[in-house]
């Protein structure tokens, strides 16, 4: 039965819009309630064409798509471990500064093994949607002029003085983009957040998914 949801709650993800994704990236920033419904969407396609263009460029400089090749030739170091859930919290991966990438194989042998995508994706496909995004926050400090850490909102401002912000949703969805378009995917690597999470709290996942069919 759980598999038999799994596989519907992956099919209609799938068919989910990009900028309906934008919203549930936003929907979980803290920054959320400081930025209205048309600068969402502004920032949303900007944050879309940040990733897509990096993306385009990352090609043209490595000569490649792969990102485990990309990897090697920026030096990172890429580590798989064999941890997902730490407290409540549910990591896929994680980018260390300066040059370390730590990959969690669980929730990925959960929802491939356990879970009943694997008709649907690969292990290895999911592992290099993973890579590409944490590549492209490496590729975020390299560029100093890039969209997603250059838009900035205004928190408070005080005698002449203003207190400014990065949104970190707008640096999630340059990094889904960014590795839609490395690797060539048809739909928005946005749909493992949910899907990878079912298997540690299908309520929690069908919650996730209700909300964003809902956008």
């Known amino acids: 039965m759980e598999k038999t949801q799994l596989r519907i709650m992956a099919e209609e993800l799938f068919k989910v819009k990009d900028q309906s994704w934008g919203m ?6 803290i920054l959320r309630d400081k930025v209205d ?18 993306a385009g460029q990352a090609v043209k ?34 980018f260390i500064p300066p040059d ?7 929730p990925i042998e959960r ?16 592992q290099r949607l993973i890579l590409g ?17 250059n838009e900035k909102i205004v928190l408070w401002k005080f005698l002449g003085f203003k207190n400014q912000s990065t949104i970190r949703a707008l640096s999630e969805i340059g990094g889904m983009y960014f590795s839609k378009n490395l690797n060539k995917f048809s739909y928005s690597p946005f749909a493992l957040d949910i899907l990878l999470y079912y298997n540690y709290s299908p309520d929690e996942a069908l919650k ?3 909300e964003v069919l809902s956008i």
């Open 24 to 29: 549930y990236a936003f929907s979980r920033d």
């Open 37 to 54: 419904a048309k600068q969402k969407e502004a920032m949303i396609r900007r944050s879309i064409r940040c990733g897509e263009e990096l």
């Open 61 to 94: 400089r490595f000569g490649t798509r792969d990102p485990w090749e990309i990897a090697e030739k920026l030096k990172l170091k890429v580590e798989f471990t064999d941890r997902g859930q730490i407290a409540d919290r549910v990591l896929f991966a994680l």
């Open 100 to 106: 370390r990438i730590e990959i969690m194989t669980e």
């Open 111 to 126: 929802a491939v093994e356990q879970g009943g995508l694997s008709e649907l994706i690969t292990k290895e496909e999911i």
């Open 133 to 149: 995004h944490e590549i492209f926050h490496y590729l975020e400090e390299e560029e100093t002029g890039i969209y997603t850490r």
């Open 208 to 210: 996730m998914y209700r």
